[in-house]
Nanobody
Framework: QVQLVESGGGLVQAGGSLRLSCTAS????????MAWYRQAPGQQRELVAE???????NYADSVKGRFTISEDNAKNTVFLQMNSLKPEDTAAYYC???????????????WGQGTQVTVSS
């Protein structure tokens, strides 16, 4: 089992910045990829950014150049730095962890409880 605890959401004006954090604990040997997803009301959950051991990253086109995912391996923590926020970034953001081999997800996928990000215009 892997437990994920998120923090850092909140209310910010358009153009502002927020940083989300997600700390993993438990059987962390079973994961090698951590990611952030988001889900707006009435919308499907979508991938925002992911990072794999070795610092390979992947971003949704809508956040490229504005968001940066990084990790502190010593603290088993992944960060999502969000700059130039837009109202359309408003959503619940969820931390995700899993093991990936190539493009294939192996074993269980874990989710955090979610943290709300609201961007006012």
């Amino acid at each position: 089992q892997v437990q994920l605890v998120e923090s850092g959401g909140g209310l910010v004006q358009a153009g502002g910045s927020l940083r989300l954090s997600c700390t993993a604990s438990g059987s962390i040997f079973s994961i090698n990829t951590m990611a952030w997803y988001r889900q707006a009301p009435g919308q499907q959950r979508e991938l925002v950014a992911e990072i794999t051991t070795g610092d390979s990253t992947n971003y949704a086109d809508s956040v490229k150049g504005r968001f940066t995912i990084s990790e502190d391996n010593a603290k088993n923590t992944v960060f999502l730095q969000m700059n130039s926020l837009k109202p359309e970034d408003t959503a619940a953001y969820y931390c995700n962890a899993h093991k990936k081999v190539g493009r294939l997800v192996i074993g269980r996928t874990y989710w955090g409880q979610g943290t709300q990000v609201t961007v006012s215009s």
